[in-house]
């Protein structure tokens, strides 16, 4: 499956679901499961990133690469579900789409499911655009960087650059929670996604995201185990437009977000603040 089928997949079937194949490297193979997924994720990434060193890096090279990573997540023994693509099929223009936050997954499969639709960029932590290699392909796609030491500045660069973006018709991603967490805990997640929608007048897209299938590595964060018995899934909502003050749009991707989370098994803290 390339690229282009991949893209009439979504576009016409909204969604997407790991052929029922069998794994037997990855399921009777110690260790396999972890070679084979960073094998194919450095190898995407080396491929991409000297293309961003060389300025030929463009968004068909980014869906194919994120599609590369799909890949890896399969040949690893991971099975992926991707469902409720119906909102954005009929949606022109762009959206800020607003995620919990679980993996580096979400990271490098979400393009190769919103690209089809329009152009899209998102919200990273600053240190990620100085590491090697993927470095160079956040720089190259110019992600908006945050430091997260003052949050007053995080804040002015969300909305400002975010809008700029948006004007331009790009969507963007949105990461509410402080720091990655395979626990939904709503207090945590703030409005950080629908104040950007409001300031720049578009709707904002809820995604509900179950990607333990990588865990949080001792040493190195992005380097964790990894696990293939835990399904992965991607679930979008419909556009919901910004109304007021965005309380309620708030709080429908709150919802959207922390039913799905516990349909799948997920852990979801509701206490009150």
Known sequence: MDHTQFKQIIATKHGYRTPDRRRL????????????????????????????????????????????CMKAVESAGGRL????????????????????????????????????????????????RHYPVIGWVMQALDFIAVHRKNPREDLKIVLNEGQRRIQKGCSVVVFPQATRSTVFDVNNFNTLGVKLARKAGVPVVPIALKTDFHGTGRWLKDIGPIYPERPIYFKFGNP???????????????????????SWGVEVRTHSV
């Open 25 to 68: 490297l990855a399921r009777h193979v110690p260790g396999w499961p972890g070679y084979i997924f960073y094998a194919r994720i450095a190898l995407a990434f080396l491929k991409e990133g000297l293309a961003g060193r060389r300025g030929t890096l463009n968004n068909e090279r980014w869906l194919r690469a994120s599609l590369s």
């Open 81 to 128: 579900t991707v469902s409720g693509l119906e909102g954005l099929s009929t949606h022109k223009g762009p959206l800020v789409f607003i995620a919990n936050h679980m993996s580096i997954l979400e990271t490098v499969i979400l393009p190769s499911l919103t690209l089809p639709y329009n152009d899209v960029t998102f919200i990273i932590k600053d240190e990620l």
């Open 240 to 262: 919901i437009p910004i109304v007021g003050n965005g309380q309620v749009a708030h709080q429908s991707v709150v919802e959207f977000i922390a039913e799905n989370l516990t």
